[in-house]
Nanobody
């Protein structure tokens, strides 16, 4: 059974930092690109960033470039999202998702497996 479990969310003041983790089980993580998406209340789920199978390729949404950094440790079956300089508009539930492809997809429908999400709240 494939599972993706996010952790590391919480409440932080604007300008602060959080590090999210996505722990994978039941799949060979290095066969999957892994993306992070987020969904704020009343809004559609949006793409944040994706990392390639080996970790050498990344694609960031413009809204997080220069502030967020994605990385992965395939040996540990974990993908990380370091979020710095957080803004209130970053408040959302953050999801990680796995995509069995070489392509760095930004559309959610490409992704095969999803985690349950972790809440990030940034206060002003």
């Amino acid at each position: 059974q494939v599972q993706l479990v996010e952790s590391g969310g919480g409440l932080v003041q604007a300008g602060g930092s959080l590090r999210l983790s996505c722990a994978a089980s039941g799949l060979t993580l290095n066969e999957y690109a892994v993306g992070w998406f987020r969904q704020a209340p009343g809004k559609e789920r949006e793409f944040v960033v994706v990392i390639s199978r080996g970790g050498g390729g990344m694609n960031y949404a413009d809204s997080v470039k220069g502030r967020f950094t994605i990385s992965r440790d395939n040996a540990e079956r974990t993908v990380y999202l370091q979020m710095n300089s957080l803004k209130p508009e970053d408040t959302a539930v953050y999801y990680c998702a796995a995509d069995n492809t070489r392509v760095l997809h930004t559309d959610s429908y490409h992704y095969d497996y999803w985690g349950q999400g972790t809440q990030v709240t940034v206060s002003s």
